[in-house]
Each structure stands twice: as structure tokens, then as C-alpha cells.
């Protein structure tokens, strides 16, 4: 549990340095392992409902930021802003295991986006169990232009503009058109995009990203943002930029790390 917490919060430090988590923007969770679950309390904090039945999360442990707290906050004070939470039995509610006794935090706003991603993560990607929510500026800022709101021109351009992105993100991502936040739409949409790809930008809002583990999940967002960046440099400097060529993409294609 303590490591865990600490890549966390380091994680959500850099998320604020990197200038993604304004006020209170940006989510994480991470489903715990076996030897990270905690044991239970001998009273048991009140069971919460969930919007909507998890019964493949049942009696799984998350840690989660809880609703408005800002990330520099999670990076100074984890314990007080991160929750332990386990979903019931049976699927319907949660437990929130700490902090200890009765607290007024609750989950982050996207809870039900993070848990149904955490359910099809579980059957489809089993080993990644983090999921990242921030608002990258400079890809945000490629979903304000309208032509460039498609999934594979998208791709094109975040492949095209670093070796990285083509070795380290090799499935590109998914684009979700703009829907209200905090929706079971949004939610549906965003979990569709993630089946075949580690991470969903949303079109005006920001990127979802899942992950092994903390410090993973934050290099591939890092990775993504740098191919933006390139982009719109080239672009302010008034020039088009290049792009690797088809057979250097195919060539990095076929490197194994
Ligand atoms: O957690 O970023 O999308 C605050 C948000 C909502
Ligand atoms: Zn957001």
C-alpha cells in the first residue's frame, strides 16, 4: 500500500508541475493487488450505492483521489486526499476503508467512468490496473480544431511527430467526441475507446490513460503530450511539419524493448 501511495502522489505532483491538473481537474484509481488489500475494519464504515452494478469488481480494493481535491494537494498530503475504497460483495455499493471512521470525502466525480474501465480492464488488459484522468494542454488543444478531430488523423499526426510515440504508444488512441463529464455516456464512450487503445482523448476536456502502474501510465501521457508539443511548434514557427515517413514508422514498429 505504501509504495503504491507514494507513485501516486509523485505522479500527481508532476501532473501539476506539467500544468494538467488546474484547480481540482484530473482523477486517478488504481485497482490493489491481493497483497495490497487491506484488511477490514472490525466496524464497518457505511455502504455507499454505486451508479450501477460492478459484480466483476466485487470485493476489489481501489485507491482513488477523492471529488474535488487538486493534485498538488495529493502530492503533499496523499493520506488526506486519497481513498481506500472496496466495492461489496455483491457488487451494488462500496466501503470507504480510509481514511478510518466516517469521513465526507467521496470518490472523484468520474467514478463511473474509472470503475466500468476497471471492469473491462480486468477481463480484456488484466495487468493494467491504473487508470489516469488529466487535462494535457497541448492535446486538448489539438480536439479544438475541428479537422483534426479524428481518430486517425489524430494517430497520424501524435505517430508521425516522435519515434517514442510509435515504440512506447504503439496503439495510438482512441478520440471520444465532446460529452458531458461525470456521464454514464461519457463513461460508455470512454471505455469503448479504451478496448483497443491504453488511452481516450476527449474531444475539449482531456485524456484517459490505463497503465500497469502508476509511473507507466504518466510516461505514456508525457509521451503523447511531447508529440503534440512538436506539432504545434513546428506549426507556430510556420512550417508543416514532416512527419517520420511510412517506412521509418514501419521500421520502429518491428523494435522489441
Ligand atoms: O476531476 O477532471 O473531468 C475533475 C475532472 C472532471
Ligand atoms: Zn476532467
Redesign the pocket.
Known amino acids: 500500500m505504501k509504495n503504491i501511495t507514494d507513485d501516486v502522489s509523485a505522479v500527481a505532483g508532476w501532473l501539476w508541475q506539467r500544468g494538467w491538473a488546474e484547480?481540482?481537474?484530473?482523477?486517478i484509481s488504481v485497482r490493489l493487488t491481493e497483497g495490497e488489500m487491506a484488511s477490514f475494519p472490525d466496524e464497518q464504515p457505511t455502504l455507499l450505492p454505486l451508479p450501477k452494478r460492478c459484480e466483476t469488481l466485487a470485493a476489489f480494493h481501489f485507491l482513488v483521489?477523492a471529488?474535488?481535491t487538486r493534485m498538488r494537494d495529493v502530492a503533499a498530503r496523499p493520506l488526506d486526499t486519497l481513498l481506500l475504497i472496496r466495492i461489496s460483495d455483491d457488487g451494488t455499493g462500496y466501503r470507504i476503508l480510509s481514511p478510518p471512521g466516517e469521513t465526507a470525502l467521496r470518490p472523484?466525480?468520474?467514478m463511473s467512468a474509472h470503475l466500468c474501465i476497471h471492469e473491462m480492464l480486468s477481463q480484456k488488459r488484466p495487468d493494467h490496473r491504473v487508470v489516469m484522468?488529466?487535462?494535457v494542454t497541448e492535446l486538448i488543444a489539438l480536439t479544438q480544431i475541428r479537422e483534426l478531430c479524428d481518430e486517425q488523423r489524430l494517430n497520424s499526426i501524435l505517430m508521425g511527430m516522435h519515434p517514442e510515440t510509435r515504440v512506447f504508444v504503439p496503439d495510438g488512441v482512441g478520440f471520444v467526441p465532446y460529452i458531458l463529464?461525470?456521464t454514464r455516456a461519457i463513461g460508455e464512450a470512454t471505455l469503448k475507446a479504451l478496448e483497443d487503445h491504453s488511452a481516450a482523448l476527449?474531444e475539449k476536456?482531456?485524456l484517459f490513460a490505463t497503465g500497469r502502474d502508476p509511473l507507466e501510465t504518466f510516461d505514456l501521457i508525457d509521451i503523447l503530450a511531447k508529440s503534440a508539443s512538436i506539432w504545434f511548434l513546428c506549426r507556430s514557427a510556420g512550417y508543416e511539419p514532416e512527419g517520420l515517413t511510412e517506412s521509418q514508422l514501419h521500421e520502429l514498429a518491428k523494435l522489441k524493448f
Not at 484547480?23 to 482523477?27: D, E, F, I
Open positions: 484547480r481540482n481537474a484530473g482523477n483521489t471529488t474535488n472523484t466525480s468520474e484522468h488529466t487535462h463529464p461525470g476527449w476536456h482531456g
